[in-house]
């Protein structure tokens, strides 16, 4: 299954990325609990929901010090000189994990515990991307009220499963809004291309009800949004004249006008007049006066910007009967995969399996069959179920690179790790940087050690795994 190494949590995945037609131009932001994690006061722990392994936790447990800690963790932990190296190993494209609690004002406080601050490194980090050159994918990773059990990346390790509820589709709606604004009108948001809507929600559908209406409502939110501020949406059109360059109450008169194109539902009218007030608080602590004039020769060209790709986990992500993302597109969309070995379901441990099964793997062409393409692997790793050699992991680099290439590219998890005792060698097989510097990864993403070492893996049939 796809949970995470214990000792390893979130942070932003890297990835080289070929894209079709690149839209904007970078940013990050992080927000991480790691290995480092264990540096901030953390613990680890064989079941997660025990200890102190998450954010919610953290943020319980030291309730007057976490917002200066992690702001501590998110200015070492990704650094200029982070982004330089990325640069300089030919990485052209960043996933950024974030949680829904980066949109301060969604948290209850009273029942809810988390970080403060992340925005702000969130816009820090999102310029320093773009100023090397490289896009961005916001991931909403960690959704209100939790989409999944069990899991650290959810920023609270709990069996008490609630994103599949109104009032959390409902304020993921409401984040939607929000950094769908803000990408658009903050120049530091520049880079960001696409916005994933829910990071490995669970996998069987019939636990997850609603999630069909919800990736419909996510599209059409991005695209309210957009249409508002005088983007160009394919197929549907404003008939609203504003009377306010203020976005907010640009917000708040549409949201309220009684006529409107059938994307602007209840949900979606609901989550703009919620999104208005927090985008005022928000542009003031980024200092983005757009968001007061959006009409002003400050702002961007909106009629010259492109709509921003909404980006979905694939179809086949879920099983028993899934709703399909695909029929929730208007204007561009990319699908994202993501695939571990290591915790085993998909080969046997051992190298020939892992050979065999990646050199025939059939995602791409599965998912393009039903519609969800271009798609993407934007998590990935080399850690295996057995010891690897060195010579195994050039192999091993070298097939899934390709296997994921013949879709529109791939983002490993994760840039880097914590070095420390308790981490023994774990960036071997879990750090971009570090796989790198040991060769396993080429130093130019789009190269191969050897092209060829798939052949004696590849089955010559046309039957499909
Ligand atoms: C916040 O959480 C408390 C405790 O669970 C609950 O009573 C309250 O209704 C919640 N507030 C909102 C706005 O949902
Ligand atoms: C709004 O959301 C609720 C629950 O999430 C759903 O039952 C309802 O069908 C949605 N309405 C529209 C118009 O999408
Ligand atoms: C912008 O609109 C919001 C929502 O109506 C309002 O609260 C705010 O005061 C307005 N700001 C300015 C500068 O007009
Ligand atoms: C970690 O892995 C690398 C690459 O295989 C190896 O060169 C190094 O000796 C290992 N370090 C430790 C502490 O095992
Ligand atoms: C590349 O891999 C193929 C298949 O295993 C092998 O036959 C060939 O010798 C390898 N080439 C090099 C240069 O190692
Ligand atoms: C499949 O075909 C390739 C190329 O013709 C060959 O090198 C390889 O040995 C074959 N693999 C298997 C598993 O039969």
Redesign the pocket.
Known sequence: MQALAPLVALLLHFALFRLASAVGNVPPKLYGVNLEWLDMGGQSCSDCSTCIADEWSFAKAYPDTVDATFDKHWSTWFTEDHVQQLKADGINAVRIPLGYWIVEPLVNRSSEYYPRGGIKQLQRGLQQLQDAGMVAILDHHALPGVQTAGQQFTGHCTQDVEFYTPYNYHRALVWTAVMTALTHLDPAFNSVFAIEAVNEPIMNADQTPGYGQFQVNFVQTIRAVELILGIPVPGVSLDVSLGTSNTSAAFIQVATSTSLPSIFNQNVTAALLEAAPILLEMAAELAIPTILDFTSTQAPLFSSRTPLMTNFMDVNWQYNDPPNPAYAAIGPQGYDNHLYYNYGGVADPNPDAYMTSICNLQRVQNDAAVGDTPLWFGEWGLPTQFDATDEFLYMWADAQKMAYTKGAGWLFWNFHVEISELAGNLSRQWSYLDGVNYGFLTKDPAAYHNASVC??????TTSSS
């Open positions: 052949d004696p893996y590849y089955y010559n």
